[in-house]
């Protein structure tokens, strides 16, 4: 079954650095979005990705972050000066759709990071 | 500001037993999402719900949807031990356009089957 795959599955990164996390969806989805889950918190929506452009995005998705699409599979999610608030999993999704018949959400199994 | 409230937070149930978590959101939706996540995984999709009174079955889970009262239920009949993990429901909202996927999650249910 396909499935939408995520690299690394944890990094540990000092504060202050870069961080890309990288994601490549399921290859006929057109529809791509990052979610973060804070450990033992629920999981929060951080932007969604269309047509090469951001269709929307949450408060937390602030200057640090950026999203890209640098080729015809890949999806990655920056984060420019990390914190340490920035530690999560990060969640990369994806969906064939945008109208919502039948519309499933696919989500990869996370990469994991910790800012020290 | 959509707020989507599951209960209970904690579900302790022995095998073989019935039970319901409830989702309760608040703002006009007809989409809500159940998704089941195991210690460390990922999220996995279990139901789609797209209109008031829809309900699917898969297993011994049933998902329900009541879009008046705001609320979704996903009923656990005869427990295995199997069915141990994190369950979240999410809400899309309503406002159409660019709000396709983007899902406000409940807090999850963390649900544990015993013998």
């Known amino acids: 079954e396909p499935e939408v795959t995520q690299t690394p599955s944890h990094q540990v990164t000092q504060m202050g650095q870069e961080v890309i996390l990288r994601c490549v969806p399921i290859s006929n989805h057109l529809y791509f979005y990052w979610y973060r889950q804070i450990l033992g918190q629920k999981v929060e929506f951080l932007v969604s990705f269309y047509n090469n452009e951001i269709s929307e995005k949450s408060e937390i998705f602030d200057d640090q972050f950026s999203v890209e699409r640098p080729d015809g599979s890949n999806f990655t999610l920056k984060i420019r000066s990390t914190k340490l608030e920035d530690s999560a999993m990060y969640f990369c999704a994806s969906s064939e759709y945008a109208v919502s018949s039948g519309n499933t959400i696919y989500f990869g199994e996370g990469s994991w990071l910790t800012v020290v | 500001e959509l707020k989507v409230e599951q209960n209970p937070l904690f579900l302790s149930m022995q095998e073989g037993k019935n039970y319901t978590i409830y989702c309760n959101y608040s703002?006009?939706?007809?989409?809500l999402y159940w998704y089941r996540q195991d210690p460390g995984k990922s999220l996995e999709s279990l139901f789609v719900?797209?209109?008031?009174?829809a309900v699917k079955q898969e297993g011994r889970l049933m998902a329900s949807l009541d879009t008046k009262a705001r609320l979704s239920t996903l009923h656990i009949t005869a427990a295995v031990h199997d069915l141990s993990a994190t369950y979240f429901c999410a809400v899309e909202p309503n406002a159409g356009g660019t709000s396709y996927g983007k899902l406000t999650f409940g807090q999850g249910t963390i649900l544990t089957v015993h013998p």
């Open positions: 703002t006009t939706s007809d989409r």
């Open positions: 719900l797209l209109s008031n009174g």
